[in-house]
C-alpha cells in the first residue's frame, strides 16, 4: 500500500517525496479504520442467528462500538497537537488490534462482545484527528491528499464487508476478528518504516499559519453531524438491505454461477462494489475541490443524493443496486471536499482537534442512525430506512445553504 502510494503519477497530482511519504503512513490507517467499524454490520444476520438474538438487538450490541469511535475523537485530536500523529496511530494499531483478539475470544458471550466491540471503537477513533490534522497541515496539494486518503478508506469499506462475509462463511466470525487483529498490528510495521522525516516534516508545518473563523465551522459543524447519520445510517444498513430486498439478484447468481452461495455473502459483496464506485467518488471530489468552489461543490454532492436515498425505499433487486450505487458515489464522494473545508476553515495548529469536533459529530452524534435504523426496521421494515436518512439529508442540504451564504467563496 505504501508502495503503490509512493508510485502515485507526479505530473498529474504534484504530490511532493513528503506528502507521499505521509500519505502513506495515513491511507493504511483510514483503510483499517473502516474496516474495523464494517466487519460488523457484514456479519449481522450470521452473528444474530449465533447469538440467538433478534437483527435489531444484535445490531445495538454494536452501538457503543460507533458511539466511543465519536466521542474519543476530541480528545485525541488535542493529543495530536500536542504530540503529533504518530504515538496516537501507533496506538491506535495497538489497541484495535488486541480489541479485535478479544471479540474474537468472546464471540458467544453478547456482553463481553459488546465490550471488545467498544473498545475497537474506541481505539479506531483516533485514526480521523490524527491522520486528517496531519494530511491538512502537511500535505502540500490538500483536496488530492484527502481525495486519495479517502479513496483508501473506501476500500476499507469495500473488503471490510466482502472479507468478513467470506471468512465467516468459511471458518465463522471468531475467525473475521482474529484477521481484523492481525491487520491492526501490520501497521505498526508501516508506521517504524516511515521513519523520523515525515515525524520531522510535521512538527515543522505545524507552526503557524493564518487564523479562521470558529463560527462558521460552527455552522459546518451541524452539517456533518447531519451527514454523519446519513453516512452510519446508510453503512449499517446496506448489507442486511440487500440480503431482505435483493433475493432476486441472489438467486440469479447462485443459478448463473452453479454455486451454493449464502444470501450474506452475495449482500456484503454488492455492499462492497457500492464503497468501489465510492472510491470514483472520492476521486471526482477531489478534483473538483481543488478547481472548484468548496461550498458549492459540497452543497451539490449531498444534494445529488436525496432522490435515490428517496426512492430506494420502493425498489428491490438490480433497480435498488443501481440506485444504492448512485447514492454511493455522491455520499462518499463528497468526503475530500468536506475534509478540505475543515482545513480551510480552522486554524493549521489546531487541526487535529477540529477534526476531533467533527468526527465527534459524525461518527458520536452520527451513532445516533444505529437506534434511527434500529427503530425504523422494528416498527416499518427495513426498506423504509433510506427514505428516512433522505430526509434527514433534505435538512443537510439546507444547512449547507446557510454556510454558502455566511463564508466567502473557498477554493
Not at 516511515?194 to 459543524?221: D, K, M, Q, V, Y
Not at 452461495?261 to 464506485?277: C, D, E, H, P, R
Not at 428491490?316 to 475530500?336: K, N
Request: charged share 10%; glycine share 12%.
Amino acid at each position: 500500500m505504501g508502495t503503490l502510494l509512493w508510485t502515485m503519477p507526479r505530473k498529474k497530482n504534484n504530490l511532493n517525496s513528503t506528502d507521499r511519504r505521509i500519505l502513506s503512513v495515513t491511507c493504511y490507517g483510514h483503510f483499517l479504520c473502516h474496516f474495523n467499524m464494517l466487519v460488523f454490520p457484514a456479519i449481522l444476520l450470521p452473528l444474530s442467528g449465533r447469538l440467538g438474538l433478534s437483527m435489531a438487538d444484535t445490531l445495538n450490541l454494536g452501538f457503543f462500538m460507533y458511539l466511543l469511535m465519536g466521542l474519543s475523537a476530541p480528545v485525541w485530536g488535542y493529543i495530536a497537537d500536542k504530540i503529533g500523529a504518530m504515538p496516537l496511530l501507533a496506538l491506535f494499531y495497538a489497541g484495535a488490534g488486541c480489541s479485535g483478539l478479544a471479540a474474537a475470544f468472546f464471540i458467544d458471550s453478547p456482553l463481553a462482545l459488546e465490550l471488545s466491540l467498544a473498545a475497537i471503537g474506541l481505539f479506531s477513533g483516533i485514526y480521523h484527528p490524527a491522520g486528517l490534522g496531519w494530511i491538512a497541515c502537511c500535505v502540500s496539494k490538500t483536496s488530492t491528499g484527502m481525495a486519495y486518503n479517502g479513496m483508501f478508506g473506501n476500500l476499507g469499506l469495500a473488503l471490510g464487508p466482502v472479507l468478513a462475509g467470506l471468512v465467516n462463511y468459511l471458518y465463522g466470525p471468531a475467525a473475521v476478528y482474529i484477521g481484523l487483529g492481525l491487520l491492526n498490528f501490520f501497521g505498526l510495521f508501516l508506521l517504524l518504516r516511515a521513519g523520523n522525516i515525515t515525524r520531522r516534516a510535521a512538527h515543522t508545518a505545524r507552526e503557524g499559519g493564518p487564523s479562521s473563523s470558529w463560527g462558521n465551522f460552527a455552522i459546518l459543524l451541524v452539517a456533518m453531524m447531519l451527514g454523519g447519520i446519513v453516512y452510519r445510517g446508510a453503512t449499517v444498513t446496506l448489507p442486511a438491505l440487500f440480503q431482505v430486498q435483493g433475493v432476486g439478484v441472489y438467486h440469479w447468481l447462485t443459478g448463473v454461477l452453479h454455486v451454493d452461495l449464502s444470501a450474506n455473502v452475495v449482500a456484503t459483496g454488492i455492499t462492497s462494489f457500492l464503497y468501489l464506485v465510492g472510491m470514483l467518488g472520492q476521486f471526482a471530489g477531489g478534483g473538483i475541490g481543488e478547481r472548484f468552489d468548496l461550498r458549492w461543490s459540497y452543497f451539490f454532492f449531498h444534494l445529488l443524493t436525496i432522490p435515490a436515498a428517496l426512492c430506494m425505499g420502493l425498489m428491490v433487486d438490480v433497480p435498488l443496486i443501481v440506485l444504492a450505487t448512485y447514492h454511493s458515489f455522491f455520499l462518499l464522494g463528497m468526503q475530500p471536499i468536506e475534509n478540505t473545508l475543515v482545513a480551510r476553515l480552522t486554524p493549521p495548529a489546531m487541526h487535529s482537534s477540529a477534526y476531533g469536533m467533527k468526527f465527534v459529530l459524525t461518527f458520536g452524534v452520527g451513532s445516533i442512525a444505529v437506534q434511527l435504523v434500529r427503530y425504523v426496521e422494528k416498527s416499518f421494515g427495513i426498506n423504509h430506512v433510506f427514505p428516512i436518512l433522505g430526509l434527514v439529508s433534505m435538512v443537510l442540504v439546507a444547512t449547507i445553504g446557510l454556510l454558502i451564504y455566511k463564508v466567502p467563496a473557498q477554493r
